[in-house]
């Protein structure tokens, strides 16, 4: 059997990096080039793509780039803003062979910590790991499978009431405006920073028909919105906000059934929600959609630090910007948030 082979992997690259992603079973969106192109050209993080080889064929990827700054630390973290997208290999050997280079590369660029995001245990020595998260998953199908059951009672009930309500569905890449305005009221209200709008613009011209926003209009206002990315078999939302004030109207259910049931009917098998906290309003949220929580492992290796840390929410420093942050004014929020959430991997 031919050596393994690991290296940066570079521009070049990316056509030999994404067959290899895109044909792997457990490939995943966050792991494409086009993530890579959208983090790099929004926030300009430095990437470190490991690509591992045995002579020309490549059989395994980990996605790298390097985070932070003095609020949160220096990170060298796979898939910053995304929920999973760690080592991808053809087994525990050429798992291996990138986890090590890794492990290396984070004592060379001395940062805090090396953090992998993944739906499965790497199994490598010097890792210590979390599950705090887990992903929430709903399969699709038939409409009506769905509807009867996967739904929760009072699930059903809301959608019944929002079809009531006079709203409309609207999609495409010009919503962006509009999503992008609720979306900056949502995250001061929850007490986190926003993205830029910079970034969600590059999602869409990156990943191209892969992306889109659906938004929920009433009398051709947008009441609520989704940002989400097509990927094989699977749609995964990145982003969804709305405005409070229309939340009798209950937009959301309205908005979720509605690509659900386009969704089945177009062959898509599954819905990503996303991570939530175990226990968490959001968690509970999902499930009432049926969908299915699957465990998240964040494995690090500790080079500056005592202890892995936990989960963002329970970090006392980000605890303290979140509530700061929600007394601050919307104009500064947007000017600031691009700023500080750029540096949480």
């Not at 009433?218 to 969804?240: K, T």
């Amino acid at each position: 059997m031919l050596p393994i082979t690991v290296s940066f992997a570079g521009q070049g690259d990316s056509e030999c990096w994404d067959d290899y992603v895109n044909t792997h079973p457990d490939g995943c969106v966050f792991q494409t080039y086009a993530w890579r192109r959208a983090v790099e050209s929004t926030y300009g993080l430095r990437p470190y793509y490991l690509m591992a080889k045995r002579g020309e064929k490549v059989c395994g990827v980990l996605p790298l780039f390097l985070v932070g700054g003095r609020l949160f630390g220096r990170v060298l973290a796979t898939c910053p803003y995304a929920s999973s997208g760690s080592v991808l290999s053809d087994g525990a050997v050429e798992a291996r062979s990138l986890v090590e280079p890794a492990i290396d590369l984070a004592r060379r660029l001395n940062v805090d910590y090396l953090e992998l995001k993944s739906r499965s245990i790497t199994e490598c020595e010097g890792l210590e790991r979390h599950t705090d998260y887990l992903n929430y998953d709903l399969p699709l199908g038939d409409p009506e499978t769905v509807w009867k059951s996967r739904l929760k009672k009072e699930t059903r009930t809301s959608v019944r009431r929002s079809e009531k309500s006079g709203l409309v569905l609207e999609q495409g890449h010009h919503l962006l405006d509009a999503f992008y305005e609720m979306m900056t009221l949502n995250m001061r209200r929850l007490g986190t920073p926003v993205h830029s709008k910079e970034f969600y613009q590059n999602l869409l011209r990156c990943f191209g028909q892969q992306a889109d926003i659906w938004a929920v209009t009433h009398q051709g206002l947008p009441i609520s919105a989704v940002l989400f990315l097509r990927y094989r078999q699977e749609i995964a939302g990145l982003a969804r906000c709305s405005r409070d004030e229309y939340f009798h109207l209950r937009p959301n259910s309205f908005l979720y059934w509605e690509m659900f049931r386009q969704a089945c009917h177009a062959g898509v098998g599954r819905y990503d929600f996303g991570r939530s906290l175990k226990g968490s309003g959001a968690a509970k949220f999902k499930e009432t959609w049926g969908a299915e929580a699957k465990p998240l492992y964040y494995e690090y290796f500790l080079n500056k630090r005592n202890r892995i840390p936990g989960a963002q929410l329970e970090n006392p420093r980000y605890q303290l910007v979140s509530a700061v942050w929600r007394r601050l004014p919307l104009s500064f929020t947007r000017l600031l948030g691009p700023h500080l959430i750029k540096d949480i991997p």
